[in-house]
Each structure stands twice: as structure tokens, then as C-alpha cells.
């Protein structure tokens, strides 16, 4: 999984690095908004982590620009003015989740962890469905088909009563 840490403190930066890398993810950095967006545009990633307040260009802000450009993209907010009101601003702006700093790396990784679960249970979810549309439309496929061999065996035993009954008056003729 790649994860794209969008802050404007190298430490959180090079923080959730370190913690990511150990735990396998790839992990790149940008130190502000428009470097951020920069990286997203240039790479595939699977997870934002992104400070809610930066010189410039707010987490906030490039929030709004993500959720446009990247809709299945999972954004995390990290921040250290962790309030309830940035918290239901950031869930309103399509973060799926929000950190408080100073946070430890097990706190990091359980809340993405959380989150690319929610999103393969997401998924599963979909494809459950689909294959229940798919079996659905089996279904009727099948049940077509049984009516048609119905058809076809109704019309078979048809015309064989048919084709029998000129036969049998002519055998009947013969033998007298």
C-alpha cells in the first residue's frame, strides 16, 4: 500500500515514515499543500495523511481539492488543534478518519489499518452484490431454459404422435 504524509513538520513527516516503512507500506512525503497535490497527481497512492493546518494551502483545503480528484482515496487528518469542531468539519470534507498529535505510531497504524479494512470490507461488500445480481440473472437464465426444454420436449412427443399415426395406419393396412 502507498501512502502519500502531506505536513509541514519534518518530524511528523519522517515520524509516520518510519512507523509506515516497518509495517511495509511505501511511503512518500511532501512538506505542504501543492507539493501534495503535485505527488497525488504524479503517483498511485492508497492512503493520505494529511495535517489539517498548514502555511499556505490547509489540510482543509487540499481535503476539498483530494475528494474531487481521488473519490476512493482514504484521507486521514492528523493535527495537534484537535478539536470536536475540526473533527466534524475534516468527517464533513471526506476524511475518513482524524488523528490528534502528538500520536504514537501504534495509534497510527491501528487507525489506518482500520481504515483499509473498512475499505476491503467495502469492497467485499460490492463484489458480494454483484455476484448476487450475476447469480440472480443465472437464475432466470436457467429457469428460461427449463421452460424451454419443456417446450421442446412437449413438442418432440407432439410430433412423434404425429409422424406415428399415418405410420401405424399404414402397417395396419399392410398386415391385412
Known amino acids: 500500500m502507498r501512502v502519500l504524509v502531506v505536513d509541514d513538520e519534518l518530524g511528523i513527516r519522517e515520524g509516520c515514515r518510519r512507523a509506515l516503512t516497518a509495517q511495509k507500506f ?8 501543492p507539493a501534495g497535490l503535485q505527488k ?7 492512503i493520505l495523511l494529511v495535517d489539517a493546518m498548514m502555511p499556505g494551502m490547509s489540510g482543509m483545503e487540499m481535503l476539498q481539492h483530494v475528494r474531487k480528484l481521488y473519490p476512493d482515496l482514504i484521507c486521514i487528518i492528523i493535527t495537534g488543534y484537535a478539536t470536536v469542531e475540526l473533527a466534524v468539519q475534516a468527517m464533513r470534507e471526506g476524511a475518513h478518519d482524524f488523528v490528534a498529535k502528538p500520536f504514537t505510531p501504534a495509534l497510527l497504524l491501528q487507525v489506518i489499518n482500520r481504515e483499509v479494512d473498512r475499505r ?8 458480494v452484490k454483484d455476484l448476487e445480481e450475476e447469480l440472480s440473472g443465472l437464475t432466470r437464465v436457467k429457469a ?33
Open 26 to 33: 511505501e511511503v512518500e512525503l511532501a512538506e505542504n499543500g
Open 120 to 127: 476491503r470490507l467495502k469492497r467485499e461488500a460490492l463484489r
Open 40 to 46: 497525488l497527481r504524479e503517483g498511485t497512492f492508497d
Open 144 to 176: 428460461e431454459m427449463e421452460k424451454l426444454a419443456a417446450i421442446e420436449s412437449r413438442f418432440m412427443l407432439t410430433m412423434v404422435h404425429i409422424l406415428r399415426a399415418p405410420v401405424a395406419v399404414m402397417q395396419n393396412s399392410i398386415q391385412l
